[in-house]
Every structure is written in C-alpha cells, then in structure tokens.
T-cell receptor, first 114, second 117 residues
Framework: AQSVTQLDSHVSVSEGTPVLLRCNYS??????LFWYVQHPNKGLQLLLK??????LVKGINGFEAEFKKSETSFHLTKPSAHMSDAAEYFC????????????FGAGTRLFVKA | GAVVSQHPSWVICKSGTSVKIECRSL??????MFWYRQFPKQSLMLMAT?????????EQGVEKDKFLINHASLTLSTLTVTSAHPEDSSFYIC?????????????FGPGTRLTVL
C-alpha cells in the first residue's frame, strides 16, 4: 500500500539559510514522486518530480530533491531560503496499480524569518 | 509548464442553490481530471476522478448526487455542488493529468473558494 509521511508539520528557517523538508514514502510499485508548493488561497504549483531517471532532481526556484530508495526518502532542499519561499509544501506519490493513484502528504508549513 | 484554470476563483451563494465550478486545461488535453476539497490548514482530499466521456469515479463518502461531475471534452471538467449548504463551504481544487510517457503529472488549478450562506 502507498503512504507518504512528511516528518515535520512546521519548519522555520532564517532568510539565507538552508531549507530541508523531509518526506518518506512507501509504495509496492515504482512510484513517481513530486513536491508541490501552495501559497495561501492558491492552487498547487509543481516544484519538481522524480520519475525513475536521475535520483537528484532539480526543480524551480532553486529547489532540489534526492530520491533515496534504500531510505525510501525524497527530501526537498534549497541552499538559501528566501522570504517568498514561505508557503505550504506537499510531498506526493503517484503510481498506476490498476489506475492512476495519488497519495498526498499532510504538508509542511515553511516559515522564513527575516 | 502546463496550465490549468478554474472559474470562478470565489463564489458566495445562498443555501439551497447550486454552484458550478469549471476546470480547464489550457495548453494540453486531459482525459483525466481530479477534484479535491481542502479544509483550512489541511492537505487535499480527493473527491472524485473525472474521465472524459465516461462517468466520474467518486471516493468513498462523497455523495454523487450532491457533487455532479461532467467531463464533456478533453479540456473541460465541471463540478456542480447541488443544493449547497454551509457545510459545503470549502476550497475546491481541480487538477488535470498530463500524460508524459514516463511519470504522468498532475497540474493544479488555482482553486475556487465556495462560501454558502
């Protein structure tokens, strides 16, 4: 069965410092993994995705994530936080066991302090 | 990147009336679209999967007769909340599935804020 666990409900960093948002997953198949960002009262914007190609995935706005199969993790990182990064981040797992299926993580709220 | 629009972005209606929300994929065709509901400070809850030219598949606990879904074309799905009540007030988000060979991807609309008085 699929599951997604975002290990932190809230993360607070100072502007200019690194960001780490943690995500662990489980899947019986070869899943695709995604990170989306949601600003208040907005839809979800795709940051990056992993689809069994390179394990280090680069996304928009300086974000990247590394797929580690042995650790079943897909953590999101950014070297230097910007105030505009403050938002909700969702880790998502999708696969096709008999039909497209998506599981969302509970979300991590990122706060960026000046 | 792929763009999905929703209309309206917000709507206020009286209890007992019906509200229609449109979801459009602007630069790609989507045989599959999804409708989600999001409560404050929570993750997205899948309501139904909308398939072009066929009936939608509803998640357990979602009333089919209350949340009518129509996917009449490859770029448009609609969600109609019938006989709306205050408890239906929520943020509704749609997504469209883009088939990309390796790793199909959902692209999300900006959401619709529904307030039922």
């Amino acid at each position: 069965a699929q599951s997604v666990t975002q290990l932190d409900s809230h993360v607070s960093v100072s502007e200019g410092t690194p960001v780490l948002l943690r995500c662990n997953y489980s899947s019986s198949y070869s899943p695709s993994l995604f990170w989306y960002v949601q600003h208040p009262n907005k839809g979800l914007q795709l940051l990056l995705k992993y689809t069994s190609a390179a394990t280090l995935v680069k996304g928009i706005n300086g974000f990247e994530a590394e797929f580690k199969k042995s650790e079943t993790s897909f953590h999101l990182t950014k070297p230097s936080a910007h105030m505009s990064d403050a938002a909700e981040y969702f880790c998502v797992v999708s696969d096709w066991p008999g039909g497209f299926k998506t599981i969302f993580g509970a979300g991590t709220r990122l706060f960026v302090k000046a | 990147g792929a763009v999905v629009s929703q209309h309206p972005s917000w709507v206020i209606c009286k209890s007992g009336t019906s509200v229609k929300i449109e979801c459009r994929s602007l630069d790609f065709q989507a045989t599959t679209m999804f409708w989600y509901r999001q409560f404050p400070k929570q993750s997205l809850m899948l309501m139904a999967t909308s398939n072009e030219g066929s009936k939608a598949t509803y998640e357990q606990g979602v009333e089919k007769d209350k949340f009518l879904i129509n996917h009449a074309s490859l770029t448009l799905s609609t969600l109609t909340v019938t006989s709306a009540h205050p408890e239906d007030s929520s943020f509704y988000i749609c997504s469209a599935l883009q088939r990309e060979g390796v790793g199909d991807t959902q692209y999300f609309g900006p959401g619709t804020r529904l307030t039922v008085l």
